[in-house]
């Protein structure tokens, strides 16, 4: 059934996602196609598809963020269906409309769920009505620093300051007090503007109040077609810098089993919500001392970090993403088991986190049982300023966290790029860290480690 409606399937994206993207559709019997940039074209996954089309220069505006360019590389080849990993256009809904309008399968939720969830106050708002905790905050955009004033008053300082729209870290801060909250208001408003447009009433900010001592965890979802939504277990993203996960686990070592129930019920009810379709996660702020959560954001695509849900559950989410998409509704034992950590491998300074591209003139990746590499590079290629510098994810498993730490030291250890900058001396370092070893830190670990505050 799969090759009758899915076949061929195009990636558009890049890197280490592409190639993993690539390798289910091929392990499935389907042809896989790439589209590349100039800047990319000697890179693993051009290599490995079974068909690769150049699609503009480096800039990602004239490659992979043209949806023109994308399409008309899907008719040319003749794919079925178009897979948008993460990133780029992955979470851009008038691209999966385009998609569906041309004829072709949309392998994502519907373009009405990302609309939903993609608008961050829209979001936490349909959350609370569901029966999803959030926390204290804005229910309309805040867009002008008085209102901002009067709506911490309310809220009470410390508050997260942050773009409706957008993904990740952007514009993001916490404000103390009211002079802080003016900076913060004002970055955040230059990220809405730069990223969403400006809108005519000025552009869209989000305050909430903050965790002092929080935890990022999220829960993998699936929505099936006979409209179940699965929570197929949660991964702790605690370990950042600059509001970008560096470190993921699961299953994370600070939350209870009562928590972790509560938590996958509520995302269950987030995914009904919006009747999801497809593999997403809903994020969430815990609060570690009082084990107690509120709902973040939703990311409707496949997660960075979804490696370490794939070890703990022995599931391929890309695979469930193509079959959910070709309109089956499998069959899915959502039980974990032992424990996996994914460490983000980037060309950047290990100390300051500065991305630092380059050419590799060594790749040595690390084997090994309970070891996994997820990589976009190999030796010869160049690293360039162009795009993330995510290089490659190096995930470990074991039986036990302890276990799957002690791996990780030595994969870490065995893992060998030289010509780019790159953090491996840092995962190094986190490794020892008594803080991660103990599993009892928060998202201001690398800022303690940094000696930032």
């Given at each position: 059934m799969l090759t009758e409606t899915l076949g061929p399937v195009l990636i558009a994206n890049r890197g280490e996602i592409a190639r993993r993207i690539i390798r289910t559709v091929k392990r499935l019997g389907l042809r896989a196609i790439a589209v590349h940039s100039e800047a990319d074209g000697d890179l693993p996954f051009v290599r490995e598809a079974d068909e690769a089309v150049l699609i503009g220069p480096a800039s990602p505006a004239q490659s992979y963020l043209d949806v023109g360019k994308v399409l008309e590389a899907a008719r040319a080849t003749g794919a079925r269906a178009i897979h948008p990993g993460?990133?780029?256009?992955?979470?851009?809904?008038?691209f999966a409309r385009a998609v569906i309008d041309a004829g072709l399968v949309w392998i994502g939720p519907a373009p009405e769920a990302i609309d939903k969830m993609g608008d961050k106050i829209n979001a936490r708002n349909l959350m609370e009505s569901a029966g999803v905790p959030v926390a204290a905050g804005t229910r309309e955009p805040v867009t002008d620093l008085s209102l901002a004033l009067k709506a911490a008053e309310s809220i009470g300082y410390p508050v997260m300051v942050k773009t409706a729209g957008g993904g990740g870290g952007i514009g993001m801060s916490v404000a103390h007090d009211d002079e802080g909250l003016a900076k913060a208001f004002e970055q955040a408003a230059r990220a809405a503007a730069r990223f969403a447009g400006d809108a005519l009433d000025g552009p869209a900010v989000l305050l909430e109040r903050y965790i002092e001592r929080a935890r990022h965890v999220e829960v993998q979802i699936l929505g099936l077609p006979d409209g179940r939504v699965l929570a197929l277990g949660e991964r702790d993203c605690s370990v950042q810098r600059r509001h970008q996960k560096?470190?993921?686990?699961?299953?994370?070592?600070g939350i209870t089993p009562e928590l972790r129930e509560r938590m996958l019920a509520a995302a269950a009810r987030a995914g009904e919500a919006v009747g999801y379709l497809g593999a997403g996660t809903v994020e969430c702020l815990v609060d570690a001392d009082a084990q107690d959560f509120v709902f973040l954001e939703m990311n409707t695509r496949l997660q960075v970090e979804h490696p370490v849900t794939e070890l703990v559950t022995g599931l391929d989410l890309v695979e469930l993403q193509l079959r959910v998409a070709a309109g089956e509704s499998p069959e899915v034992r959502a039980a974990t088991s032992g424990h996996a950590i994914e460490f983000r491998v980037y060309a950047e300074d290990p100390k300051r986190f500065f991305p630092g591209p380059g050419t590799i003139t060594t790749w040595e990746e690390p084997e090994g049982e309970g070891v996994r590499v997820d990589s976009g590079y190999a030796a010869g290629n160049t690293v360039t300023p162009f795009y993330d510098p995510l290089m490659a994810k190096l995930c470990v498993y074991g039986e036990t966290r302890a276990e799957a730490l002690e791996r990780g030291r030595k994969a870490v250890d065995a893992f060998v790029v030289e010509?780019?900058?790159?953090?491996?001396?840092?995962c190094a370092e986190l490794l020892d860290n008594a803080e991660f070893v103990t599993g009892d830190y928060d998202t201001g670990?690398?800022?303690?480690?940094?000696?930032?505050r």
């Open positions: 993460y990133g780029f256009l992955a979470e851009n809904s008038a560096v470190v993921e686990e699961s299953p994370s070592p010509g780019p900058k790159n953090n491996l001396p840092f670990l690398i800022a303690r480690m940094r000696g930032l």
